[in-house]
C-alpha cells in the first residue's frame, strides 16, 4: 500500500466525539469503473481502493472509532472474470503479507469474516498467521469480508444451532436472538451503526443482514478509490445528525417556561 493519503489526524471540530458511530461498515463500490473512466485495466481500480482502505482504517484509529467491516469478496463475486478473482485473491495475500508488520505497530487487529475455507490454501494460511498475530492489539478491530455472504452466514448460523439441538445441547425455546448471534461469523464484535456504500449503489447486496438491523445508510456517488478523509467527514456528520430511535418516538422538545415566571 501506498503513504496515507491525507493528513488530517485531528477530529474535525464540528464531530462530536461521544456520538461517533462504534463500528462502521463499507461497502467498497466503483473500483473497476474509475479505472475505466481513466482508461486503465480494472484491476487498477482495486490496487488504488487499497490505499484508501488502508487511510480509512487509520483514520478511525485517528480519530476514536474502534471498528471497521470491509466487504472485500462476496459469495456473488466469484461470478466475475475470472483473471480479476485470481487478481484479487493473490492482493489480498500480498497486503497481508506486506502490510502485517506495520498494522502490528499501529495496532490494528485484523479479523476475516466469511467462509474462508473456499479461498486459496495460500490465502487461509496468511489469514490465519494475520488474525493470529494482531489478536491481542486494541487500536481498531479492522475485519476484512471475504468469500462472505449475508444470507449464507444465517444459513451457516441455523445448521449449527440446529445441530446443537440435535445433540441436546439446546432446546428449541432457547433458541432466541442471542444464541442465534454467537452463531454469526461476527458473534463477538458490535453491531455495525453505520454503513457506508459509495459509487451511488441504493442496496446493501447481502452484507451483513443480520447486523445492519439497525445501522445508519450512507451513499453517496463517489467511487472507492476517490473516498478520502474529507468524505469519510461528511459521512460521520450526515450520521450524527440522524435521529436513532430504534423503534420508540423521539422525546417531545421541553415547552419553553411562560414569560416572567420565575
Known amino acids: 500500500m501506498a503513504a496515507r493519503l491525507t493528513v488530517s489526524r485531528e477530529l474535525p471540530t464540528d464531530l462530536e466525539r461521544d456520538r461517533l458511530p462504534q463500528h462502521v461498515a463499507v461497502i467498497m463500490d466503483g473500483n473497476g469503473r474509475w479505472a475505466q473512466k481513466r482508461g486503465l485495466p480494472r484491476v487498477m481500480g482495486h490496487r488504488r481502493g487499497v490505499d484508501v482502505l488502508k487511510d480509512l482504517v487509520y483514520c478511525c484509529r485517528d480519530w476514536g472509532v474502534g471498528a471497521v467491516t470491509a466487504y472485500a469478496f462476496s459469495t456473488e463475486n466469484w461470478k466475475r472474470p475470472m483473471m480479476e478473482v485470481n487478481f484479487l485473491m493473490a492482493l489480498i495475500e500480498r497486503v497481508l503479507r506486506r502490510e502485517l508488520d506495520e498494522m502490528m505497530a499501529e495496532q490494528i487487529r485484523i479479523r476475516f469474516v466469511g467462509d474462508l475455507s473456499g479461498?486459496?490454501?495460500?490465502?487461509?494460511?496468511?489469514?490465519?498467521?494475520?488474525?493470529?498475530?494482531?489478536?491481542?492489539?486494541?487500536?481498531?478491530?479492522?475485519?476484512?469480508?471475504?468469500?462472505?455472504?449475508?444470507?449464507?452466514?444465517?444459513?451457516?448460523?441455523?445448521?449449527?444451532?440446529?445441530?446443537?439441538?440435535?445433540?441436546?445441547e439446546l432446546r428449541p425455546d432457547q433458541v432466541d436472538e442471542g444464541v442465534f448471534q454467537q452463531h454469526l461469523y461476527t458473534c463477538d464484535r458490535v453491531d455495525p451503526d453505520l454503513l457506508i456504500r459509495t459509487s451511488g449503489e441504493m442496496r446493501v447486496s447481502n452484507f451483513l443482514l443480520w447486523q445492519m438491523a439497525y445501522a445508519e445508510l450512507y451513499v453517496t456517488e463517489t467511487f472507492w478509490p476517490d473516498f478520502n478523509r474529507e468524505e469519510f467527514h461528511r459521512a460521520l456528520l450526515a450520521y450524527q445528525q440522524r435521529d436513532r430511535r430504534y423503534g420508540k418516538i423521539s422525546a417531545p422538545p421541553t415547552p419553553a417556561a411562560p414569560s416572567g415566571s420565575p
Not at 452466514?153 to 440446529?162: P, S
Request: glycine content about 8%.
Open 119 to 168: 479461498l486459496p490454501q495460500s490465502l487461509q494460511d496468511e489469514a490465519a498467521r494475520a488474525m493470529e498475530r494482531t489478536s491481542h492489539n486494541g487500536a481498531v478491530d479492522f475485519a476484512i469480508a471475504t468469500n462472505y455472504g449475508g444470507r449464507q452466514e444465517i444459513v451457516h448460523a441455523c445448521r449449527a444451532i440446529a445441530e446443537r439441538v440435535q445433540r441436546g
